[in-house]
């Protein structure tokens, strides 16, 4: 396996690799003056229905708090967080220990389109639909949906394709609207199905491909 990449799941580089750098199971890594074990990790995609008050993160933040990885098995408790949710959020999280992978699904170069469910205190307007649309001024630069379609009185389905930090919260609070629920429903190709909070489905290899 690449040596960059073995070095990423031990938590010891990031995630860029070289050509050449290339480690066998049967080699022996230093590192700051220890040997380090290569283990071949089969790769892998969780999809975790994230509920809300939990915390996207691998550092509990107060003793608390909960996150996560409180949720899911011990051994995947190093596995890439892809496109987090803020604590007032749910819904699908995916979770994976291949970089490239996680890449693909987060940058928005890939286009990778993500759909949520968004409830709000008040009905949102034909305008305010076609302003998510067609762009509304953020701090971090114009933020633009997909699409923005009504999904009940006060309720609408949005589609993005990048997932800054509370995007669609302030989207909304720059039109006067207030959001009661929100809720990621798709990620890519992978859907959040039945799953209900807390609960997590491992993902075949066949679907991730």
């Known amino acids: 396996m690449r040596l960059n990449k073995w070095l990423v799941l031990a938590g010891a580089a990031s995630s860029r690799r070289k050509a050449g750098e290339q480690a066998l199971a049967k080699d022996t890594i230093t590192l700051d003056g220890e040997n380090l074990r290569i283990t071949a990790e089969a790769p892998r ?4 229905y994230k509920p809300r008050d939990v915390i996207s993160s691998h550092t509990r933040q107060g003793k608390r708090n909960k996150i996560v990885f409180d949720f899911l098995p011990l051994g995947w408790h190093r596995d890439i967080i892809v496109g987090r949710l803020d604590r007032d959020s749910e819904g699908l999280m995916l979770l994976t220990n291949d970089g490239a992978l996680a890449h693909e699904l987060m ?10 469910q968004v409830t709000t205190k008040q009905t949102l307007t034909d305008n305010d639909l076609d302003l998510l649309v067609s762009g509304i001024e953020l701090e971090d630069g114009t933020s633009r949906a997909i699409s923005a379609t009504r999904d009940g009185e006060r ?9 800054r930090n509370r995007q669609i919260r ?40």
Request: negative net charge; hydrophobic residues 40%; proline residues 6%.
């Open 155 to 163: 309720r609408v389905r949005i589609i993005l394709e990048e997932g």
């Open 107 to 116: 940058h928005p170069s890939f286009g990778v389109q993500r759909v949520y």
């Open 45 to 48: 995609i969780i999809a975790f």
């Open 170 to 209: 302030r989207s909304l609070d720059a039109l006067g609207h207030t959001v009661t629920r929100l809720v990621r429903i798709q990620h890519g190709p992978y859907p959040l199905e039945d799953l209900q909070p807390g609960e997590w489905r491992e993902i075949s290899l066949e679907d991730a491909s």
